[in-house]
């Protein structure tokens, strides 16, 4: 019977059982939508003798470098259909991708069905994530994006990685072709089983993608969260030296926090830079207004807006000079010789920014160390995207907060505030929610003045904001607390300090005594009935 089946069979079927490590690669089945290096890697393999057998658009090409192709319905005996969405969905292909090898019954059962073998595959899959993250893209176009074939060829020859190799990605190309060139046709175990693994994360980047972009079309969390994440860059290290680190994107997502960013200059990025890079890019994309934000140990340490860049960075140094020693700094404005000569003044870990005008950089690549970014990301954050935080075992998911609009808050004091209060009560509002909890946040004229942060008191967070205040006197300032007064113990702290006017959630059952606090010194009060702790 195996003498039978080496004749039905052709050039690929052994008389006898083999072990893994035996095989030789003899026939290959191309069917790629990124046809980058395809004609180059096919006439690599035709020149190591290996057929050729393709599909559709992937045959046209080679046969149009002049290659000789089989096409996919010869094997199968069976033809595309259904505008392609069924050409290699048949199980003489699959027996000839699943076949045991080494396996007697599985070599007679082959024989039977003239199954022909296929040593090696070569797919990678119809572009989901681009389609489905094209602007004005219809769900029927996403849809028909979602690769059927694929996937399935890409997890048969994975699974019987033993005999079958499987190359997903035209990096692989030259290092496949190289390894068959000095193995006389035949690629190692050891090869196979790594790109089998390889061909195991495609496809689950590729479903993960297609369930996140169905979890998306509905409001509610979904029962089962999935994700996928893609190593970006390696970092020298942790939090702290002895942690080893790495920085991973989210497969699928529309943005991330190096995504359209380009290091221009400067030390490689590391652990604590990401954090902070992430905490400053958010924070100064509150403002539409030119504007800058300095962060030091995920806090802002100064935020203010300004006519331009240098006015703002300026201003928001000033909140808190010693702080700001090596931050890290986001401008939302270009960076111009003048503003980079002022922070070439300081002693900066990381500069951010959406443009470097003529000048700029010649300053600030004086210093080795200092890492320049420059930020082309011009797209929003998509509205229902949630926050996700890691615990030991599990993921904390909630919705990503957002900050109220005036018309939704409420004047609880006797006095309202004046309207150049309310500018500062709105700017230091944004800023507060960026200020890990407790957080106490004093402004005046769109700057910052003082930053409480991180206590576990709210009054001692009150406290800190006066004491690291630069201002001559904190006389003037209005107040920004993330959550609610219990006592009036803290606004009292305040109004003595010279604050004028406060913005807080409300809803403690000390209400009236805190308010009692402000009317009685004339304070203006504002409630925005929403809380915004950041942990």
Same mark, same amino acid.
């Given at each position: 019977?195996?003498?039978?089946?080496?004749?039905?069979?052709?050039?690929?079927?052994?008389?006898?059982?083999?072990?893994?490590?035996?095989?030789?690669?003899?026939?290959?089945?191309?069917?790629?939508?990124?046809?980058?290096?395809?004609?180059?890697?096919?006439?690599?393999?035709?020149?190591?003798?290996?057929?050729?057998?393709?599909?559709?658009?992937?045959?046209?090409?080679?046969?149009? #470098?002049?290659?000789?192709?089989?096409?996919?319905?010869?094997?199968?005996?069976?033809?595309?259909?259904?505008?392609?969405?069924?050409?290699?969905?048949?199980?003489?292909?699959?027996?000839?991708?699943?076949?045991?090898?080494?396996?007697?019954?599985?070599?007679?059962?082959?024989?039977?069905?003239?199954?022909?073998?296929?040593? /090696?595959?070569?797919?990678? /899959?119809?572009?989901?994530?681009?389609?489905?993250?094209?602007?004005?893209?219809?769900?029927?176009?996403?849809?028909?994006?979602?690769?059927?074939?694929?996937?399935?060829?890409?997890?048969?020859?994975?699974?019987?990685?033993?005999?079958?190799?499987?190359?997903?990605?035209?990096?692989?190309?030259?290092?496949?072709?190289?390894?068959?060139?000095?193995?006389?046709?035949?690629?190692?175990?050891?090869?196979?089983?790594?790109?089998?693994?390889?061909?195991?994360?495609?496809?689950?980047?590729?479903?993960?993608?297609?369930?996140?972009?169905?979890?998306?079309?509905?409001?509610?969390?979904?029962?089962?969260?999935?994700?996928?994440?893609?190593?970006?860059?390696?970092?020298?290290?942790?939090?702290?030296?002895?942690?080893?680190? =790495?920085?991973? *994107?989210?497969?699928?997502?529309?943005?991330?926090?190096?995504?359209?960013?380009?290091?221009?200059?400067?030390?490689?990025?590391?652990?604590?830079?990401?954090?902070?890079?992430?905490?400053?890019?958010?924070?100064?994309?509150?403002?539409?207004?030119?504007?800058?934000?300095?962060?030091?140990?995920?806090?802002?340490?100064?935020?203010?807006?300004?006519?331009?860049?240098?006015?703002?960075?300026?201003?928001?140094?000033?909140?808190?000079?010693?702080? =700001?020693?090596?931050?890290?700094?986001?401008?939302?404005?270009?960076?111009?010789? *003048?503003?980079?000569?002022?922070?070439?003044?300081?002693?900066?870990?990381?500069?951010?920014?959406?443009?470097?005008?003529?000048?700029?950089?010649?300053?600030?690549?004086?210093?080795?160390?200092?890492?320049?970014?420059?930020?082309?990301?011009?797209?929003?954050?998509?509205?229902?995207?949630?926050?996700?935080?890691?615990?030991?075992?599990?993921?904390?998911?909630?919705?990503?907060?957002?900050?109220?609009?005036?018309?939704?808050?409420?004047?609880?004091?006797?006095?309202?505030?004046?309207?150049?209060?309310?500018?500062?009560?709105?700017?230091?509002?944004?800023?507060?929610?960026?200020?890990?909890?407790?957080?106490?946040?004093?402004?005046?004229?769109?700057?910052?003045?003082?930053?409480?942060?991180?206590?576990?008191?709210?009054?001692?967070?009150?406290?800190? =904001?006066?004491?690291?205040?630069?201002?001559?006197?904190?006389?003037?300032?209005?107040?920004?607390?993330?959550?609610?007064?219990?006592?009036?113990?803290?606004?009292?702290?305040?109004?003595?300090?010279?604050?004028? *006017?406060?913005?807080?959630?409300?809803?403690?059952?000390?209400?009236?005594?805190?308010?009692?606090?402000?009317?009685?010194?004339?304070? #203006?009060?504002?409630?925005?009935?929403?809380?915004?702790?950041?942990?």
């Amino acid at each position: 019977m195996l003498a039978i089946m080496a004749d039905l069979t052709g050039i690929d079927a052994p008389a006898t059982a083999v072990e893994p490590g035996a095989v030789q690669i003899r026939r290959a089945l191309l069917s790629v939508t990124d046809k980058r290096g395809i004609v180059d890697f096919a006439r690599g393999l035709a020149a190591e003798g290996v057929e050729l057998v393709s599909t559709g658009g992937t045959a046209r090409e080679l046969r149009e #470098a002049g290659l000789e192709v089989r096409p996919v319905e010869d094997l199968t005996g069976f033809p595309e259909i259904m505008d392609g969405r069924v050409k290699t969905l048949h199980p003489r292909l699959y027996a000839g991708l699943l076949a045991v090898r080494a396996n007697p019954e599985h070599l007679r059962e082959a024989a039977e069905q003239e199954i022909e073998f296929v040593d /090696l595959v070569c797919v990678n /899959l119809y572009a989901f994530e681009r389609t489905a993250g094209r602007r004005g893209v219809s769900e029927a176009e996403v849809i028909e994006d979602i690769d059927i074939g694929g996937p399935t060829m890409l997890r048969a020859a994975a699974k019987n990685f033993p005999y079958t190799a499987v190359v997903t990605s035209p990096e692989s190309y030259d290092a496949v072709l190289e390894e068959l060139r000095d193995g006389q046709g035949r690629l190692s175990l050891a090869t196979r089983e790594s790109l089998a693994a390889e061909a195991f994360h495609v496809t689950a980047r590729y479903d993960t993608a297609i369930a996140g972009w169905f979890a998306e079309k509905r409001e509610d969390f979904p029962p089962l969260m999935v994700g996928a994440y893609e190593k970006v860059m390696d970092l020298p290290y942790g939090e702290n030296p002895h942690q080893r680190a =790495a920085y991973y *994107a989210q497969v699928g997502a529309r943005r991330h926090v190096l995504s359209k960013v380009r290091q221009l200059h400067g030390r490689e990025l590391s652990y604590n830079n990401l954090l902070d890079l992430d905490a400053a890019r958010a924070l100064v994309a509150e403002f539409t207004e030119p504007a800058c934000a300095i962060v030091k140990h995920n806090n802002p340490c100064g935020c203010a807006l300004g006519d331009g860049p240098q006015e703002a960075y300026e201003r928001a140094f000033a909140c808190d000079p010693l702080s =700001a020693f090596g931050a890290i700094i986001a401008l939302n404005r270009p960076v111009d010789r *003048a503003t980079a000569q002022r922070l070439d003044e300081q002693f900066v870990e990381v500069l951010v920014a959406p443009a470097y005008e003529d000048g700029a950089l010649e300053v600030l690549c004086q210093k080795p160390d200092l890492r320049v970014l420059y930020d082309e990301e011009r797209r929003h954050r998509p509205g229902r995207e949630r926050a996700v935080r890691q615990v030991e075992g599990g993921l904390l998911v909630q919705d990503r907060d957002i900050v109220e609009d005036r018309t939704e808050m409420e004047v609880v004091s006797g006095r309202p505030p004046t309207e150049d209060e309310w500018a500062a009560l709105r700017f230091a509002w944004r800023v507060c929610r960026h200020v890990k909890s407790n957080a106490i946040v004093l402004a005046r004229d769109g700057a910052t003045a003082g930053i409480g942060a991180g206590q576990m008191s709210r009054v001692d967070s009150v406290r800190l =904001a006066i004491d690291k205040s630069r201002l001559e006197e904190v006389q003037g300032t209005v107040l920004a607390s993330d959550a609610f007064f219990p006592f009036a113990d803290g606004p009292e702290i305040a109004i003595a300090a010279g604050v004028t *006017a406060m913005i807080q959630p409300g809803g403690s059952k000390r209400d009236p005594e805190v308010v009692e606090a402000a009317d009685s010194a004339g304070v #203006a009060m504002v409630f925005t009935n929403r809380r915004h702790f950041r942990h």
